[in-house]
C-alpha cells in the first residue's frame, strides 16, 4: 500500500473538523503512517472467503411498544448547552447573509 | 482493607453504620489524592446522603442491599446526574449529565456508595492515564510508575485502598490492564451482559463496563449487581444477571485450560514465569493444562487500531460545541466546530479519530476497515475452535509490570502494544479476567489473564480464586 502523505494527512483533518499546525501535520504523518504500517500484516491476508464482523453477536433492531414515555426535561438539558435560544440549541449564523 | 462482602454484611447487621464507612473511605482519599491524582471529582455532599439513606433502612430494619455502604469508584466516563463527567477531556467541560448510567441506577439500589469519578486516558483512549487532561493518575505501588489505563485512577483507588470498589470500561484492556499494573482483580464481561447506557462511547462494538476489586469474590459481587437485561441498551443481552458469588469456590477440578504461546510470547521473563506458575497452581487444582497456539491472535492489535479508531471517529463527531461542554466562538458554525474540537481534544484524541477518519474515507475503505472486520470473523472462528477443546485459556495480561511516566507516550505504537494480550477478548465479545500473580522486577504485581468464551464469568471468577489462593490470599 503506499506510504501515506502530508496532503492526505491535511485532507483528513478537514474531513474531521480538526485544524493541525505545521508541528503537528509533521508528527501526524510520520506516527499514522507507522500504525498504516503495523496494519499491513492483514492487507497480505487472503480473506475473500470471510464475512465481516461489525458486531460481536450482530446487531438487531429493539422496539418498545409505542407508548408515551416521560423524557428528559428540555429546559434541564438546555442549561448544560453552551448557548440555548427558546428552548432551542443556538449556534452561530448557517446561512451566507450580509451581516 | 475490609472487603465489600464484609461491609456489606456488618451494616445490614447493624455493626457498622454506612455513615463511618464512608468516612473512613474518604479520610484515605484526603490523605493521598494530592499526590496520586485518582479522583477528578469527590462527590462529598452526595456520597454523605446515599450513606445517611442506606443507615436510614437500617435502622427501619430493611435489607439496604448486597452492596450497602460499600463505598464505590466510578470511571469518569459514566454518566451520574448533577456531578461533572469530563471523559478526562476539556471538550465537556463543565458538563454536569441530566441522567444517570444504567450502572449507577444499579448500584445505588443495591445500597452502594459513589464518592466520585476516577481520572482516566482522554476518552478512555490510552493505556497509561498519560493523556488525561487534567494529570495523569500515579500507581499506588509506586508514584514513579502509571497505574496502567485507561482506567487508572478506578484501578488505581482500589489499590490505594480509597474504596474496595470501582467501575471501570475496557474497550481493548482498559481495565485488565490496569489491574495488572495496580495489583488488583479486574474484568472484562461478555459484550452486552453490562449495560452501555450512559457509558460515554469510545468504540460502541467493544466497549463494555467491568468491575475492579482487591478480591476475587469481591469482584463477582460487583459484577452480579450491575450485569442483567437492560432495554435502554440495544446491545444488552437479553438475560438477567447470572449468579456469580455462589460458584466463586467451585475450582478449577476436571477443566481443561489452554496454556497460549500467543499470550505470552514477547512478555517480560518475570511474567512469563508468573503464568507459568499459575499453570502449575491451576493443575495442582485438578486442572488439565493444554499447550496450545492460536496464531491469529497475533492479528488482533493492528484489527483494533483500525476499528476502535473508525468508531471513535464517529462516535466523536457529536463533540461540535452545539448540545454540550465547550464550545470555541467561530465566524460560522463550521468554523465554530473546528475551533472548538481542535482546542477540546487532546493529541491522542485528534490521533484516533483522523486514523479512524481515514481507515473509512473513500478509496481506502475496503483496504483497512473492510479487512479488519474480516480479521475480526477470523479471531472469533479461532477462539471458537479453541473452546471446542478446552474450556478457558491461560496467558499473560500485559507483557511487563507498571512502566515509568513517559517511557512510552512519545511512542503511540510502543503504547498500543501494552495492550496485545487484552484486545482479542474485545474483538470476540467474549470475556476475561486479570488476577494479581506473583510479583515481578522491583517487587511489582503481575497480571494473569484467564480467558473464557461468552457467558464463562462464573468459570473465570472460579478459576481466578483457584490463583488467588494458591498466591496466598485466602
Known amino acids: 500500500m503506499a506510504e501515506l502523505t502530508r496532503s492526505e494527512v491535511a485532507h483528513v483533518a478537514k474531513l474531521a473538523r480538526l485544524t493541525l499546525s505545521d508541528e503537528e501535520l509533521d508528527l501526524f504523518t510520520v506516527q499514522l503512517g507507522k500504525i498504516l504500517i503495523h496494519a499491513q500484516d492483514m492487507s497480505a491476508l487472503d480473506l475473500s472467503e470471510l464475512l465481516p464482523t461489525a458486531h460481536p453477536f450482530g446487531l438487531v433492531n429493539v422496539l418498545r411498544a409505542d407508548e408515551v414515555r416521560p423524557s ?9 448547552a453552551p448557548d440555548a435560544h427558546e428552548g432551542r440549541f443556538a449556534v452561530p449564523r448557517i446561512l451566507g447573509e450580509a451581516p | 482493607m475490609t472487603t465489600a462482602l464484609s461491609i456489606a454484611r456488618d451494616v445490614n447487621a447493624g455493626e457498622r453504620s454506612a455513615s463511618s464507612v464512608l468516612a473512613a473511605s474518604l479520610a484515605i482519599v484526603a490523605a493521598r489524592n494530592e499526590e496520586l491524582n485518582v479522583f477528578l471529582h469527590v462527590d462529598y455532599e452526595g456520597a454523605t446522603a446515599m450513606a ?21 469508584a466510578i470511571k469518569d466516563n459514566m454518566c451520574q446526574t448533577g456531578i461533572p463527567t469530563t471523559c478526562s477531556s476539556r471538550i465537556l ?118 468491575p475492579f476489586a482487591a478480591t476475587v469474590t469481591d469482584s463477582a459481587l460487583l459484577l452480579e449487581v450491575i450485569a442483567g437485561h437492560d432495554p435502554r441498551d440495544t446491545t444488552s443481552l437479553p438475560e438477567p444477571s447470572p449468579v456469580l458469588v455462589a460458584h466463586v469456590n467451585d475450582g478449577v477440578a476436571g477443566k ?32 488439565t493444562i493444554v499447550e496450545l497456539s492460536i496464531p491469529e491472535l497475533r492479528l ?39 475551533a472548538t474540537r481542535t482546542a477540546g481534544f487532546g493529541a491522542e484524541v485528534k490521533r484516533r479519530i483522523m486514523l479512524g477518519t481515514y481507515a473509512l474515507s473513500a478509496g481506502y475503505f475496503d483496504a483497512y476497515y ?51 494480550f487484552t484486545i482479542p477478548t474485545n474483538l470476540a465479545g467474549e470475556a476475561a479476567i486479570s488476577v494479581p500473580f506473583a510479583t515481578g522486577e522491583a517487587g511489582l ?30
Open chain 2, 93 to 210: 467541560d463543565g458538563w454536569r449529565p441530566p441522567y444517570n448510567a444504567t450502572v449507577i441506577d444499579r448500584l445505588i439500589a443495591a445500597g452502594a456508595v459513589p464518592v466520585g469519578k476516577t481520572n482516566l486516558d482522554e476518552f478512555a483512549m490510552g493505556s497509561s492515564t498519560e493523556t488525561s487532561a487534567f494529570g495523569p493518575t500515579r500507581n499506588p505501588l509506586d508514584p514513579t510508575r502509571v497505574p496502567g489505563g485507561s482506567s487508572g485512577g478506578s484501578a488505581a483507588a482500589v489499590a490505594a485502598g480509597m474504596t474496595p470498589l470501582s467501575l471501570g470500561s475496557d474497550t481493548g484492556g482498559s481495565i485488565r490492564q490496569p489491574a495488572a499494573l495496580c495489583g488488583v482483580v479486574g474484568m472484562k464481561p461478555t459484550y452486552g451482559l453490562v449495560s452501555r447506557y450512559g457509558l460515554i462511547a469510545f468504540a460502541s462494538s467493544l466497549d463494555q463496563i467491568g
Open chain 2, 300 to 338: 488482533g492489535l493492528s484489527a483494533y487500531y483500525l476499528i476502535a479508531p473508525a468508531e471513535a471517529s464517529s462516535n466523536l463527531a457529536r463533540y461540535d460545541g452545539v448540545r454540550f461542554g465547550l464550545r470555541v466562538n467561530g465566524d460560522d458554525v463550521t468554523a465554530m466546530m473546528e
Open chain 2, 256 to 287: 481443561r485450560i489452554g496454556l497460549v504461546r500467543e499470550l505470552v510470547e514477547g512478555a517480560d521473563e518475570d511474567v512469563v514465569n508468573a503464568v507459568n506458575s499459575a499453570a502449575e497452581a491451576l493443575r495442582a487444582a485438578g486442572a
Open chain 2, 52 to 72: 445517611a439513606a442506606v443507615d436510614e433502612r437500617v435502622a427501619q430494619g430493611l435489607n439496604a442491599g448486597p452492596l450497602a455502604g460499600v463505598p464505590i
Open chain 2, 370 to 420: 473492510g479487512q479488519a472486520l474480516k480479521v475480526r470473523t477470523l479471531m472469533i472462528d479461532a477462539f471458537r475452535r479453541a473452546y471446542d477443546h478446552v474450556d478457558l485459556l491461560l496467558g499473560a495480561t500485559t507483557p511487563s509490570v507498571a512502566f515509568a511516566f513517559g517511557a512510552k507516550s512519545h511512542d503511540p505504537m510502543a503504547m498500543y502494544l501494552s495492550d496485545v
Open chain 2, 445 to 474: 504485581p503481575i497480571g494473569v489473564q484467564i480467558l473464557g468464551p461468552g457467558r464463562s464469568e462464573a468459570q473465570l471468577f472460579a478459576a481466578a480464586r483457584v490463583l488467588e489462593i494458591a498466591d496466598g490470599r485466602p
Open chain 1, 72 to 80: 428528559l426535561d428540555r429546559d434541564v438539558v438546555l442549561a448544560e
